[in-house]
């Protein structure tokens, strides 16, 4: 447990206080309360019934951590009246025989980490007290129930002890009296299981269960602060870019009880549907029940209202039908509460015999489907502006929504139905562990991830996974709730799934499934399907298009796309972009019709063999970007000349080397020796991009020949402009790029001459090289505009190659040397440096020099937000991420 540490200096405050009238925390400053506490001062600060409480913040656990695990003494006169604060307001006395005080110790980040962290309930009971308890409650069930709740939890969070001993014991207790549910077992029943947790808690941590409650509660607080650090809370940092220096705070509360009986209860609930966005209250509720009993899927629980128990076909009894006064106040609440936070509300509440508790509220999770509609509704409705709309959601969170769905007319193997917890479909092999689901994930397999109920100790499994299958747990579950905020389908509460994880196999009836074998699930309906299932592009329209739209009007930043094919470039254009940043012909170079043409243009003896296999490749050159022009007519197309390593295009394998041969007239011994002279020890910087120009300028004539004939044909057909922007790979030197720009200028004047039609075209660079952005004063004087290439860039910079980054920058992320891996997001100090050095210095010698990014980071809501900083003119992003920039580039200009 946690060591007390004498402190002489000047002590900050650390503890606030709330409820009974009292707000401390000037109605929630979430960066010191964390999420939780913040709320719990704001609804009490409204008047809403919250059980009366106080919160550590979140620089106690910076403090915490910074001295070793010990608090300052002044924390204990500050907690010592905290509980004075409950005990004045409940009238009970912590640690009292007779009418003891019942405290939960939760913790609450900043922004909510659902399941991520710590939390114990019923904390105040020992062997005396729980009979103080059952006297003033009049319900000696209740009152050892509770005991064992809290043994149960105490020992797994705060003694370490595996929880599976507790629930081994609870099991062997319901059996021998033949009974099925918990809520079955009698007083004396539960009096005799508290006896067998008490003699684990002795077996398996050496000391007898704790019996002073002082001493329960810092434990707690202790664990709570400690579970920041555990390896679940960490993975899920790194998942949602929460930095590891924030701190949780812990809010210690009073105790109210949803398992008094049944006119007591506990449930989760939306203010609006988290999966559709639909203005609908939504939720699930338990009688006679603690709120883990809900969120950890141990029971499955009942509707909130009698809409959705209907839609469901569900036989128990909704929550507006159970309890229609309570309903109705809830139902007050949840109005009050969305109009006060002005977002959709994820609320814990309890019933304690009749008396409805607001335990939290928080902004809830939801799926992109979902956050596109209540931004839009929510800004029709006037309760947020449109700007405000476009903030509220996660450009990355659109991803969800631009993927495939299961096609409706697809033949499915339905063998299961269960909670349809997040929308989307997923085909993968069956796994039954996240462990190895991350190794399958690793090896490039596509897994379905199947548990009797997940807990946090599975995230990196779920993130792993295509889908999540759970056979119990409702539609607020950790398995629902985290999938939604992953974007993974889920199907949860599947109770009719038998599963042998031992054996890794499932049963549904007579039908079994085991590991590796292919399952689908459509999140959905519920359904659970044999084999793989076709798919359906998604229709981007509605909310989707309301909100691009709106966006559109205040981004400043154009967003283009990295394409080259056909069907790339359609999508593109369907997905909003503005041209081609990007267009790699190298791709083009590898098409099978091709490939033979490219292999002997390398193996030619002289220039005269390469112009005679590049006169080959020149009409099927034409003939892509013809395509490709025709596509993209009106909008810009940034087209990068040849730039990989010749060897590239070679064989490697003894096995191809005689194919190759017939293919291209070569001799076999001949093939391997040039094979052999193009190798390089480090090809990344080796010859490539423009040196491959300035050794056979023959190719780079040959492809801006192609680039031209096909500009001219398309725009003497359509009538459109065409814009050709043709970019010169790997410069270094102003000197590399004169010479190319020569080569390409020369073509143009050529084809212009021959077609008799002319045409504006820009030449420019990609600064993928340091030397380059320091000299971009020299570059931009040829230049007519810079593409940042931030993926050579960040290599060169960092002398990191990607490819081999893999194998270490894990680890370098979770020690902090950085903020997170510079090749998903830029590295802003130092890559970020460069770029911003080389756009000062290239507009000080050409003021209207063009600047793009064409990296990876272009997909990147925190790279855009960089590029909109620096002044760049565009991004160009994969065909799938320009919705996602497109929004961020909105959200940049508005100061997010």
């Known amino acids: 447990m946690a060591s007390v540490m004498p402190m002489t200096d000047q002590e900050t405050r650390y503890v606030y ?74 009238g009970k006395v912590f640690g009292d025989e007779a009418d003891p005080l019942l405290v939960s110790v939760r913790s609450g980040a900043r922004i909510s980490m659902p399941g991520m962290m710590d939390t114990v309930l019923n904390l105040g009971l020992n062997d005396k007290t729980v009979e103080g308890l059952a ?3 009049g319900d000696a069930r209740f009152a050892w129930d509770s005991y064992r709740r809290f043994i149960q939890m105490y020992s797994d969070v705060v003694l370490e002890l595996d929880h599976g001993a507790f629930e081994e014991a609870l099991e062997i207790a319901k059996e021998d009296r033949g009974f099925t549910l918990d809520t079955e077992l009698s007083a004396d029943d539960l009096r005799g299981l508290v006896k067998s947790y008490k003699a684990l808690v002795e077996e398996e941590w050496g000391k007898p269960f704790p019996q002073d409650v002082h001493d329960q509660l810092w434990g707690a607080v ?10 679940r809370a960490k993975v899920y940092r790194r998942l949602n870019d929460i930095p590891g220096n924030w701190g949780t705070a812990v809010n210690v509360q009073a105790m109210v009880f949803g398992n008094m009986g049944e006119t007591s209860a506990t449930g989760v609930a939306f203010t609006r549907d988290p999966s559709t966005g639909e203005r609908a209250y939504y939720g699930e509720f338990l009688i006679n029940a603690q709120g883990e009993d809900v969120v950890a899927g141990i029971r499955t629980p009942q509707y909130l209202t009698l809409a959705a128990r209907e839609r469901a076909g569900a036989k128990a009894a909704s929550m507006e039908e159970a309890m229609p006064e309570t309903f109705a106040e809830l139902a007050r609440v949840f109005d009050l509460l969305e109009t006060h936070y002005r977002d959709m509300q ?35 409705e006037g309760l947020i502006t449109r700007q405000e709309a476009i903030l509220r959601v996660d450009p990355a969170a659109l991803d969800q929504l631009l993927h495939p769905t299961l096609d409706p007319k697809a033949v499915r193997d339905v063998i299961a139905k269960g909670l349809p917890a997040s929308p989307g479909a997923a085909s993968g092999q069956v796994v039954f562990d996240a462990d190895t689901a991350e190794k399958r994930k690793a090896a490039g397999d596509d897994v379905i991830l199947v548990r009797v109920e997940t807990s946090p100790e599975d995230i990196h499994g779920m993130h792993a996974a295509k889908g999540i299958l759970t056979a119990r747990g409702g539609m607020t579950s950790h398995a629902a709730v985290v999938a939604r905020g992953m974007g993974r389908p889920c199907v949860s509460g599947v109770g009719t799934l038998a599963i042998d994880a031992k054996n890794k ?24 399907m044999i084999g793989a299932v076709d798919t359906v592009q998604p229709e ?21 796309t990295n394409a080259e094919t056909p069907l790339d470039c359609r999508t593109a254009r369907q997905f909003g972009a503005e041209g081609i940043g990007l267009c790699r012909t190298e791709h083009m170079f590898f098409d099978a019709s091709r490939i033979t043409a490219v292999r002997q243009m390398i193996l030619a003896e002289d220039e005269a063999g390469r112009r005679l296999a590049l006169d080959k490749l020149l009409p099927e050159q034409r003939a892509d970007f013809t395509e490709i022009f025709a596509i993209m007519a009106g909008l810009p197309v940034t087209i990068r000349l040849l730039d990989p390593p010749l060897h590239e295009f070679l064989p490697h394998e003894e096995s191809e080397f005689a194919e190759v041969a017939a293919a291209t007239g070569i001799d076999v011994d001949k093939l391997k020796r040039r094979a052999a002279e193009l190798h390089e020890f480090n090809p990344m910087l080796g010859h490539r991009g423009c040196r491959l120009g300035v050794t056979y300028p023959e190719i780079y004539e040959m492809q801006a020949r192609a680039i031209f004939e096909a500009a001219v044909a398309v725009a003497n057909k359509t009538g459109e402009a065409v814009i050709p922007e043709v970019m010169v790979p790997l410069v270094a030197t102003k000197r590399e790029l004169d010479l190319m720009k020569a080569v390409i200028d020369a073509a143009a004047t050529a084809v212009f001459a021959e077609t008799g039609t002319t045409l504006e075209y820009l030449v420019g660079t990609m600064i993928e090289l340091p030397r380059a952005a320091l000299r971009a004063g ?37 020690q902090g040397i950085y903020a997170k891996d510079p090749f998903v997001s830029l590295d802003v100090e130092g890559v970020g440096e460069l770029i911003e050095i080389a756009a000062e210095r290239g507009r000080k010698t050409r003021a209207a020099l063009k600047l793009g990014i064409c990296g990876e980071h272009g997909g990147d809501p925190a790279s855009i937000a960089f590029c909109e900083k620096t002044g760049l003119d565009y991004v160009s992003a994969s065909p799938y991420r320009v919705p996602i920039a497109r929004l961020a580039a909105a959200q940049a200009a508005l100061g997010k």
């Open 17 to 90: 206080r709330f409820g009974g009238g009292v707000s401390d925390g000037g109605n929630g400053d979430r960066n010191l309360l964390g999420g939780k506490g913040a709320n719990l001062d704001g609804m009490a600060g409204i008047g809403l019934p919250v059980p009366p409480g106080f919160t550590i913040s979140t620089a106690m656990c910076t403090r915490y951590y910074d001295e070793g695990g010990a608090f300052p003494q002044s924390l204990l006169a500050e907690v010592a009246s905290g509980i004075a604060h409950i005990e004045g307001i409940t």
């Open 135 to 137: 006297a003033t409650s």
């Open 222 to 231: 202790g664990a709570v602060f400690g579970s920041w650090q555990a390896d």
């Open 346 to 380: 994820d609320i814990e509440f309890t019933v304690q015999q009749g008396k409805l508790w607001m335990l939290q509220t928080r902004s809830g999770k939801r799926t992109a489907k979902a956050a596109l509609k209540i931004a839009v509704d929510m800004a029709n």
């Open 505 to 528: 196999i499932f049963r549904v009836g007579t039908r079994e499934v085991r590991e590796g074998d292919i399952v689908t699930l459509d999140g959905s309906t519920g359904e659970v």
């Open 540 to 560: 981007l329209a509605g909310d989707f298009g309301v909100l691009m739209e709106w966006a559109d009007q205040v981004r400043r930043l154009k967003v283009r």
């Open 778 to 814: 020299d570059i931009a004087e040829s230049a007519e505009f810079f593409s940042f290439g931030t993926n050579d860039l960040t290599q060169t910079a960092l002398g990191v190659s990607r490819d081999d980054a893999a194998r270490f920058l894990g680890t370098y992320v979770e």
